[in-house]
């Protein structure tokens, strides 16, 4: 059964990003990187595999998706929006965004499952936002599973906004 999900939008210059009280000593994150794109992809599967989300992808169909994105399936990667975060020099989470059809689009974003519920999502939606502004950007967008609750919790908070379920009607209106 397909589940619903919603396309948000964060419109950067009006974001207040609070700072989350969280280690860095042990806590870093750095430039998406991904020579070993097998044990990324493995990342991926665990982070993916028994949550809402999962499709029934394995390791191997991760490793193929993860080569399609930097191919450009959805668009060039925008190496200076994307992340990985690092807890004690072991890859622990990601955040890949490209320009898809005009925009701005955060494709993935993973947090291995056990460092869930850390808010350790937030860090790497941080970085991502920064760098946005940065770049002088006006607007991030993202797509959620409606019955991810905690990611929606957490977008909503950072004030992405729910603006559709089509993205026919969402290209229609970030053009006029």
């Known amino acids: 059964?397909?589940?619903?999900?919603?396309?948000?939008?964060?419109?950067?210059?009006?974001?207040r990003f609070a700072e989350d009280v969280i280690d860095h000593d042990r806590i870093v994150t750095g430039a998406?990187?991904?020579?070993?794109?097998?044990?990324v992809s493995h990342l991926f599967y665990e982070s993916y595999h028994n949550t809402v989300d999962d499709e029934g992808e394995t390791p191997?169909?991760?490793?193929?998706?993860?080569?399609?994105?930097?191919?450009?399936?959805?668009?060039?990667?925008?190496?200076?929006?994307?992340?990985?975060?690092?807890?004690?020099?072991?890859?622990i989470g990601s955040i890949v965004c490209s320009k898809f059809k005009g925009i701005h689009l955060i494709l993935y974003i993973i947090i291995s499952p056990v460092y869930r519920g850390r808010r350790l999502s937030k860090v790497l939606l941080r970085e991502t936002i920064r760098s946005a502004?940065?770049?002088?950007?006006?607007?991030?967008?993202?797509?959620?599973?409606?019955?991810?609750?905690?990611?929606?919790?957490?977008?909503?908070?950072?004030?992405?906004?729910?603006?559709?379920?089509?993205?026919?009607?969402?290209?229609?209106?970030?053009?006029e």
């Open 60 to 91: 191997a169909e991760w490793e193929q998706e993860l080569q399609q994105v930097k191919d450009g399936k959805y668009g060039p990667v925008l190496y200076d929006l994307s992340f990985n975060l690092y807890a004690a020099e072991q890859l």
């Open 1 to 15: 059964m397909a589940q619903s999900r919603s396309i948000m939008k964060l419109e950067l210059n009006h974001t």
């Open 133 to 175: 502004r940065q770049s002088q950007l006006d607007s991030l967008y993202l797509v959620v599973t409606d019955s991810n609750v905690a990611a929606t919790r957490t977008y909503d908070a950072i004030g992405f906004e729910k603006v559709g379920t089509d993205w026919g009607e969402v290209f229609k209106e970030s053009v």
């Open 32 to 39: 998406i990187n991904w020579d070993d794109l097998s044990h």
